[in-house]
Nanobody, 123 residues
Framework: VQLQACGGGLVQAGDSLRLSCVASGRTFSNNGLGWFRQAPGLEREFVAA????????KYADSVKGRFTISRDNAKNTVYLQMNSLNPDDTAVYYC?????????????????WGQGTLVTVSS
């Protein structure tokens, strides 16, 4: 079972990026999916989560209104559309699958993690 995240890169403040995370080895269509990020020297923090149907979403206050999480269960993929990026968004972004079907922000409730993709936003 593997989660493979991609789409990170170096962008300027105000730019957009879309991260993707593809699951292989099994389906996660019945699991909540989430994105977390970790900046240097800081703990991994919650960014966004989506329920198994894709209809329910939750965001950290710091990204609300700028980021959008979505999923395509047919493709076993979760996305994170990031707009209006700023230097504070610089981090390694991780996708994860939760233990249950609902969306959760507590990282302890996620048991499958991708390898991370680096997003760097220059000012």
């Amino acid at each position: 079972v593997q989660l493979q995240a991609c789409g990170g890169g170096l962008v300027q403040a105000g730019d957009s990026l879309r991260l993707s995370c593809v699951a292989s080895g099994r389906t996660f269509s019945n699991n909540g999916l989430g994105w977390f990020r970790q900046a240097p020297g800081l703990e991994r923090e919650f960014v966004a989560a989506v329920g198994w149907r894709g209809a329910s979403t939750k965001y950290a206050d710091s990204v609300k209104g700028r980021f959008t999480i979505s999923r395509d269960n047919a493709k076993n993929t979760v996305y994170l559309q990031m707009n209006s990026l700023n230097p504070d968004d610089t981090a390694v972004y991780y996708c994860a699958a939760s233990l249950g079907s609902t969306l959760v922000s507590d990282r302890r409730l996620y048991n499958k993690w991708g390898q991370g993709t680096l997003v760097t936003v220059s000012s």
